[in-house]
C-alpha cells in the first residue's frame, strides 16, 4: 500500500539527456584528424601510408559506435553527427584520390553525385518527420564501408577501375531504394 | 656503405600485398558468411517495412562480399 502510495506521488520519470560533448562524439570528430596526413601521403605518393590512414579513419567509424555503447551516451545528434562525418570524411578522401588519378574519374564522380543526392534524401526525411532522425539503411550501412575499402583500394592500387566501376549499380540500386523508403513510404511514428 | 636509408613505405610490397588479401578478401568472406546467417535469422519473422529493409541490406551485403572475394582472386592472379 505504501509502495503504491510512493509510485503514484513521484514524478514522472524525464527523458536522459545526453550531452553533444561525450566520448562517442569525441571519437566521431577525431576522424577528421587522419585526413590532412592522408592528402600528405597522397600528394608525396605514399600508397602505404595513405591506405593506412584511411584504415585508421574506417577503424574510428566503428570505435565511435563501440564508444557510446561503453559509456551509454547515444542520441540522435550522435547517429546524425557519424552520418555527416562518414559523408565528409570519405567524400573528401574520394575528391583526394580522384585529383591524384588513384581512382577513375567518372565513377568517383557519379558515387560522390549520390553520395549528395543521399544527404539531401536524408535532410527531406527529417522534415518529413520533424524531428531529428536518421533513416535507418542497413544496406546504406554497408554501401558507406565498402566506400571506405574503394578508398583504401584506390591508395592500395588494388584493382581501382574494376572495383570503382562494379560498384556504381550497386550504389544506385541502394540510393533508389532509399529514395523510396524516405520520400514515399509512410514515416514511422 | 650508407648508414641512412629513406623509406616512402611501410612494409614491402609482398608484405603488403598479404595484407589487402587478407583485408578485403578475409573481410570478404566473413561478410558472406555473415549476410548467410543474418538472413536466415530473418526466416518466420512476420512481414513489415524493417524486414524488407533487412533483407535488403544484406542482398547488397552479400553482392558487396561476392565483389571482394572476386577482386581478391583476380587481384592475386588466382583467376
Given at each position: ?9 513521484s ?5 536522459r ?19 590532412p ?9 605514399y600508397?602505404q ?18 564508444a557510446?555503447?561503453?559509456f551509454d ?53 527529417i522534415?518529413?518527420c ?14 558507406v ?5 574503394l ?16 560498384f ?22 | 656503405m ?12 609482398g ?8 583485408a ?10 555473415f ?39 583476380r ?5
Amino acid at each position: 500500500m505504501i509502495a503504491t502510495a510512493d509510485v503514484a506521488s513521484s514524478p514522472a520519470p524525464t527523458p536522459r539527456v545526453v550531452s553533444k560533448i561525450n566520448p562517442a562524439n569525441a571519437v566521431t570528430a577525431s576522424r577528421f584528424l587522419t585526413l590532412p596526413p592522408f592528402v600528405w601521403a597522397v600528394y608525396n605518393g605514399y600508397h602505404q601510408w595513405a591506405t593506412l590512414f584511411i584504415l585508421i579513419c574506417g577503424l574510428l567509424d566503428k570505435l565511435d559506435g563501440l564508444a557510446a555503447k561503453v559509456f551509454d551516451c547515444r542520441s540522435n545528434f550522435g547517429e546524425l553527427f557519424d552520418a555527416i562525418t562518414d559523408g565528409i570524411c570519405y567524400g573528401f578522401a574520394l575528391i583526394i584520390v580522384m585529383a591524384y588519378g588513384w581512382a577513375p574519374l567518372i565513377p568517383c564522380f557519379i558515387l560522390i553525385l549520390l553520395g549528395g543526392v543521399n544527404s539531401g534524401l536524408r535532410a527531406v526525411y527529417i522534415k518529413r518527420c520533424g524531428r531529428n532522425v536518421n533513416y535507418k539503411s542497413y544496406a546504406m550501412e554497408r554501401v558507406v564501408g565498402f566506400i571506405a575499402y574503394l578508398i583504401g583500394m584506390a591508395t592500395a592500387n588494388f584493382l581501382p577501375s574494376i572495383m570503382f566501376w562494379t560498384f556504381v549499380p550497386i550504389m544506385v540500386i541502394v540510393v533508389a531504394h532509399d529514395a523510396k523508403r524516405m520520400l514515399l513510404d509512410p514515416v514511422p511514428t | 656503405m650508407s648508414l641512412s636509408t629513406t623509406t616512402t613505405e611501410l612494409v614491402s610490397q609482398g608484405s603488403f600485398d598479404w595484407f589487402l588479401t587478407i583485408a578485403v578478401g578475409g573481410v570478404g568472406a566473413w561478410l558472406f558468411w555473415f549476410e548467410i546467417r543474418n538472413v536466415l535469422r530473418l526466416r518466420g519473422k512476420p512481414t513489415s517495412p524493417t524486414k524488407s529493409d533487412q533483407l535488403f541490406g544484406y542482398a547488397m551485403g552479400f553482392v558487396i562480399a561476392l565483389i571482394a572475394l572476386f577482386g581478391t582472386a583476380r587481384y592475386r592472379g588466382w583467376i
